[in-house]
């Protein structure tokens, strides 16, 4: 039982924790007590704070995922990829300034295992710390919560558990999708988010559904950029994986271990296949413009043009090196609709890579949907001034005309031909070899 006494002023009761009183006066400014309140004491206000924090993460839904936060996620992802990196790092930092201070939508996008889900939870576990509530569900199970509460055994009615979901003061709203979903689905998913937009209430979505795969009105709604910022995580998932630098054969490609002095060769042969090694090696260093080598498969060209990316990576430098048949069969396959990305993305990445380096230019099938692809990526980087490589068996005379016109332009372009012959033509058999 607890001990009480009355003054003039209250009624003390006592703290069974620290003996003293269990609610007292705040002291003035002047050190006298200020009569006209009363708080608890620091027992009780813990107490309080500790039944608070319990309620709110009872609240939040996010039971297991209580351990994903900010200090259990690199600030640039799990990717070895410098541009995914830096892309990551932006959507890290919105996250982390959201969390703090939760206007508007924060919507991540990207494919399954980027890291979007832990963002999302470390905004909300950030909040509760902070004692503020939040809410998390995923979409698939909101959806199937709001169906059982038709059922006569449900503890809580449709009504309840939809209000409070719109209604959250943060929602974290995971895996969203409204593709391969019933109408009905749809229409409460659209029906919650446009309360929620409407209400200019804060929301972070997660998908891994493309902006533009998205219906289009949710995807008015997320491209306010007045209230929604919106971000994509590992853009470039795909072209990491397509990257032929992460091949073991052109990963070892290096200028150390490049031959450009081939005793075999006549002189001029070795003085132009040290020139060209030469060049190659300067552009390494500070790529600017175009370098295209040009000669017979098997002179060294694409050693050269692996060596210069091989460089940049070493100095943490993004570059992509690509093959031209596998570059089309890749955008080719973004048309499937198994694809995470979609081509209009890939192909922006792709124009846009700090350093592109073009193998075998001229080994793809002439079609016309081929001819325009390469056209347009050919045609950007020109009027962009990107730094390119490019090797090709042709002469500038076998190469579409409106391609090889930017490729000989002396101001932005340095095209050398490699007289070297195939240099797997001057490897001899061992001892030990047989021929059938």
Known sequence: MDISSKD????????????????VHPLLPSGKPDYNRIVPCQCIQDEILQE????????????ALSHFTFDTL??????????TQGEFAQAYKAAKSFADHPEG???????SGCGKTHLACATANQRLSLGQAVFYISAADLLDHMRSAFSPTSNASY??????????PLLILDDLTTQSTTPWAKEKLEQLLSYRFDAKLATVITSDVALEKMDERLRRHITDSNFCQAYRLEQEPSLVKLDNLQL???????????????LELPPEQRQNLRQAFHL????????????????VNGCGKTHLAAAIGNYQLTQGKPVFFIVIPDLLDYLRSTFSPQSNISYDESFENIKKVPLLILDDFGEQAATPWAQEKLYQLINYRYNARAPTVI??????????ARISSRMVDPQLSLVFNIMAPDYRGNIKPSRRSTHY
């Open 8 to 23: 003039s002023h209250t009624t003390k009761t006592i703290c069974p924790i620290c003996n003293g009183a269990r609610f």
């Open 52 to 63: 608070k924090s319990q309620y709110l993460e009872q609240y939040s839904n996010l039971g």
């Open 74 to 83: 690199s600030p640039q992802g799990k990717t070895k990829d410098i541009i």
């Open 105 to 111: 939508w924060l919507i991540l996008l990207g494919p």
């Open 159 to 168: 009504d309840e558990i939809f209000e409070k979901v719109k209604n959250a």
């Open 248 to 262: 073991k054969l052109l990963k070892q490609m290096t200028f150390d271990n490049f031959d450009h002095k081939r």
């Open 280 to 295: 190659a090696e300067e552009f390494s260093h500070s790529p600017e413009g175009w370098l295209i080598f040009q000669g």
């Open 391 to 400: 090797t090709t068996c042709l002469s500038l005379d076998e190469i579409e």
